[in-house]
């Protein structure tokens, strides 16, 4: 099975962030607390493992959004069909990722571009992944678009 991996790379950041803060905590107040917070320790590497993102499975055309979460991997795989399509969209302004209630919020001001996997009327829309870096976005569209032979295309919706 070959399968290509899109990482979520914002909120994998959030939960390295968390779970090297709580490996900090825990020795900075070993002392203070005793030897029960260590049990921190084995929290902060699960969420520093943490991630999710899209997989798409090339030997039988499939894609999934998964979350890996204590070395399991779980989402529901769906068939490509074979009107979709890949499109890059520019997007102007802020952008806030949401996360759990332990991860807060990301903004990202000025441009950025977010890769969707669209039907041919460009109405139904799949998040795969954002960048403020177009090389990187145009890299992922490229590598998807050459093993899955999905077409890149503009986005103009047919209303």
């Known amino acids: ?3 290509i991996t899109v990482r979520n790379k914002e909120v994998h950041k959030i939960y390295i962030l968390l779970g090297v803060f709580l490996i900090l905590v825990t020795f ?7 030897p029960w917070i260590l049990l921190l320790i084995p929290i ?6 943490n991630t999710s993102g899209v997989q798409f499975d090339v030997n039988s055309r499939q894609y999934r959004k998964y979350k890996h979460f204590m070395f399991r991997t779980v989402g529901e795989w769906k068939n490509l ?19 759990t209630r332990l991860t807060g919020t990301l903004e990202t001001k000025g441009n ?15 998040f795969i992944s954002s960048s403020t870096n177009k090389k990187e976005i145009t890299a992922i569209t490229q590598n998807i678009h050459n093993k899955l032979d999905i077409p890149i295309s503009s986005y103009n919706p047919n209303r």
């Open 81 to 99: 069909s074979p009107n979709l399509e890949l499109v890059i969209l520019s997007k102007i302004g802020s952008k806030v990722t949401s996360g």
């Open 112 to 126: 950025f571009y977010e890769l969707y996997l669209m039907d041919s009327n460009h109405l139904k829309r799949f």
């Open 1 to 3: 099975m070959q399968v």
């Open 44 to 49: 902060a590497c699960v969420l520093a493992t």
């Open 28 to 34: 900075l107040f070993l002392n203070l607390a005793g």
